[in-house]
């Protein structure tokens, strides 16, 4: 069971509470002294809890005024829209329309996880090509992608494809042989290892989204996958579905 440090509670305790607009941005937060009262707990425990909220920029200590909220729950905060229309999901994917800097990594060969060998149907004597991409805001990580694909489509991918913001699925649209004609993407929340959190700048077993994508050809064969680790505090998932389309009689119940 993981345990997570009580200046790390409060921190994120207070953060929600900014979120919700119980301490508005560019208010000041009440004073520590009160704040210790609150949360009962000692001068140490609370300096910590809001250095760590200064370190990722929600607040700021002015001199003569007190500790103000500079940031707004929305300020950086990617909204995976999900509406059935790809051009909005494009939109996303790529980063285009929330100012996203993307670096890929590195493009090498590997073995890559039994799971992704298995929906590739890679031979036991064959690697796969892997493609490492960080995406930033403001010089923060935000999202950790990590695509794979067959030996078809390795000599396709190039690192400068994928400057700015350059996708996968653009990148397979205009040059993979076959059609791509469909996208399946699965969702789950975990928390981050070791190894995400270093590369995402957050601590150990921080809530993140892991998100799956396959790449689907004309053939119906799974041509590339890719795996994103997407900071929970950085992206907001939602969904729209139409009920006129589905008619009343259709209508699931909802609760």
């Known amino acids: 069971m993981r345990t997570v440090p009580f200046y790390r509670q409060v921190a994120d305790t207070i953060k929600a509470r900014i979120i919700d607009g119980q301490y508005p941005v560019g ?15 000692s001068n140490i425990t609370m300096r910590k809890a809001l250095t760590l909220l200064k370190d990722e920029g929600w607040l700021k200590t002015q001199r003569g005024v007190g500790t103000i909220v500079v940031r707004a729950a929305d300020d950086d905060v990617i909204n995976i829209k999900q509406s059935g229309r790809f051009n909005d999901w494009l939109n996303w994917a790529s980063g285009k329309a929330q100012n996203v800097d993307q670096a890929v990594l590195d ?11 298995n ?14 991409r960080l995406r930033s805001r403001h010089g923060e990580p935000i999202s950790y992608h990590v695509s794979y694909g067959t030996r078809e489509s390795k000599s396709l991918m190039k690192k400068k494809d994928f400057k700015g913001t350059g996708s996968l699925i653009e990148m397979l649209q205009k040059r993979f042989p076959r059609k791509i004609i469909r996208i399946e993407q699965h969702l789950e929340a975990t928390i981050a290892d070791m190894d995400i959190a270093k590369i995402l700048h957050i601590q150990f077993g921080d809530p993140i989204f892991f998100m799956e994508h396959l790449y689907i050809d004309a053939l119906e064969k799974i041509v590339a996958v890719t795996h994103l680790f997407m900071r929970a505090d950085r992206y907001r998932y939602s969904i729209s579905i139409d009920l006129e389309s589905i008619g009343d009689k259709n209508l699931p119940s909802l609760t």
């Open 119 to 132: 929906l590739l149907s890679v031979p036991e004597n064959e690697n796969l090509w892997r493609m490492r």
């Open 27 to 41: 208010e000041c937060l009440p004073a520590s002294i009160k704040l210790e009262k609150a949360f009962d707990v």
């Open 107 to 117: 493009i090498d060969d590997d073995r890559g996880p039994i799971h992704v060998r």
